[in-house]
Each structure stands twice: as structure tokens, then as C-alpha cells.
């Protein structure tokens, strides 16, 4: 299913995890979908099932491996911890709490975007040895010009995902709320349903209470709203869990060169 841009307006598909045409994050990515691992052993799992590479991959699935480039997601108590370790052996923190139904999608659609890129990849030959920069045209003046741009970009970027919002509940004043991209919600406990609402307070993120439902909440589950059913258009034929789409062909990069084509350098 295609979802719109939230920053440029443009249309992709919604399991992509960025726009294509501007780089912003996708605040739509479908995260509930019931066939979609939620624990780090249902995720063991279904690596397992399909033949994932993960090791040639470079992710650490219940393992705190702390060499350099990774992806990985592992727990610790009761607090769940999904990083990237960069090529220099930094590490940035990509997620840290007890909500492991998010953490486990947050490595999941991770691993989607690295196999779609290097498969694109591949596919193209652009994982093959590049030959010097010694043909280049040397009349060409624009390099600090698109150095230019892509600080912009960068810079952009960082911004969009400063204000993006998480996806999920969360409990400010005594009110329930749901984030679901840009647009929220508020548990109207008077007539017993959700209602449109606007963001309550800028620094909702400080009142963040989980991705998943809870029966404490004492509301009605999100998903079940007349909103959750009509944003995600549930009744379109194009959208897919992992057991629609090339899963399945998880093993054919077994071969591939996994140690290029990933931006190690940036946070995630």
C-alpha cells in the first residue's frame, strides 16, 4: 500500500522505512500487523525459517556483540536494547526500554531495508570493485556544489526526525493518547471511543507509554478504532506481511558482498 510523505508529500510504499524523494522517516510503516515478530525469539525464529543470513548480514539477533559494524538487539533485565555499531566501533543506540514488541520492529524493519538495498545492489553490479577516479572530467566544477546539498539534505533529515512522532500510546494528564504518524488521537472516556485530537504538549515523547496495547489501559485497543481501520486500509489487496512477499528468497544473498553497500557512518 502506498502511504503519503508526511514532509514532502510524495507517495511510496509503505514498508519502506524512509521517503525515497526526500529521506524523511516513514511515521506510516506498518508496525501491528499480527505476523510480524514481536519477541527476540519469535525473531530467532523466523531468521530461522527463512533462511536469513544474518551473520553475513552483519546483525546480532539476543546478542550484545560489540565489534564493529552491526545491527543488533539483545536484552538486558528488563529493558530491551537495539544498537548499530559503526566501522569505527562506535555504537549508537537505536532504541532502549521495555516495550520489545517495538525494539524487535525496529531490528526487523532494519534487516528489511539492508536486504532491499544490497539486493538492489547486486542486482545492478554496483557491488563490484570501482576503478580509480582518474577519468573523471576535470572541467566539472560542481563537487563543493553537491557537497552543499547533501549537508542540506543531512540537515533536513535530522530535523524530520526530530519531530517525528512514535507510534504508540501514551498518558499525559491522566488522558490516554495515540500517536499514529502525525495525526492523534484521544481515548474520550465519556463516550467510550477514540476521537481526532491534536498533539497535547511538544515533548510527548517524555510521556511515551508503549507501542503495544495494554488491557490496563482500560480503553479500547487502537487498532480496533474506525481510525486504525480507514489510515491503513486494510482492505487493499497491495498490502503484505513477510509471508507474502520475497522472504523466501532470504538465502539467495548468502553469497553477496554484505561488507559494502551499508552506510556504517551514520547512526543508523
Not at 514498508?15 to 511515521?27: I, L, S, V
Not at 531468521?47 to 560489540?66: D, L, S
Not at 580509480?132 to 563537487?143: E, H, I, M, Q, T
Not at 502525525?182 to 515523547?205: A, F, Q
Request: glycine fraction near 8%; charge should be negative.
Amino acid at each position: 500500500m502506498d502511504v503519503k510523505c508526511d514532509f514532502c508529500n510524495g507517495y511510496f510504499d509503505d514498508q519502506q522505512e524512509n521517503c525515497p524523494f526526500c529521506g524523511a522517516p516513514n511515521n506510516h510503516i506498518r508496525r501491528n500487523s499480527d505476523q510480524i515478530p514481536k519477541t527476540i525469539e519469535e525473531l530467532k525464529q523466523f531468521c530461522a525459517q527463512k533462511n536469513v543470513p544474518v551473520k553475513q548480514m552483519h546483525f546480532y539477533i539476543g546478542e550484545n556483540y560489540t565489534g564493529p559494524k552491526a545491527f543488533g538487539i539483545y536484552r538486558d533485565g528488563d529493558r530491551v536494547v537495539v544498537y548499530k555499531n559503526k566501522s569505527d566501533g562506535s555504537r549508537a543506540v537505536r532504541y532502549e526500554g521495555e516495550d520489545e514488541a517495538y525494539a524487535v520492529n525496529e531490528i526487523y524493519q532494519k534487516m528489511r531495508s539492508e536486504y532491499a538495498s544490497h539486493k538492489a545492489a547486486n542486482s545492478s553490479g554496483q557491488n563490484a570493485p570501482r576503478r580509480s577516479g582518474g577519468n573523471r572530467n576535470k572541467k566539472s566544477g560542481g563537487g563543493g556544489g553537491g557537497i552543499a546539498i547533501l549537508v542540506i539534505v543531512a540537515i533536513f533529515i535530522v530535523i524530520c526526525i526530530a519531530c517525528a512522532d512514535k507510534s504508540g500510546y501514551y498518558r499525559y494528564d491522566d488522558d490516554l493518547y495515540y500517536s499514529q504518524g502525525s495525526d492523534w488521537y484521544l481515548y474520550d472516556t465519556v463516550m467510550d471511543k477514540w476521537i481526532p485530537s491534536s498533539r497535547p504538549l511538544d515533548n510527548m515523547d517524555d510521556y511515551y507509554e508503549s507501542y503495544s496495547y495494554s488491557s490496563d489501559y482500560d480503553a479500547e485497543d487502537f487498532s480496533d478504532s474506525v481510525y486504525y481501520d480507514s489510515f491503513w486500509d486494510s482492505d487493499s489487496d497491495s498490502s503484505s506481511s513477510y509471508d507474502d512477499d520475497d522472504w523466501d528468497d532470504w538465502d539467495s544473498g548468502s553469497d553477496w558482498d554484505w561488507d559494502s553497500g551499508s552506510d556504517w557512518d551514520s547512526d543508523w
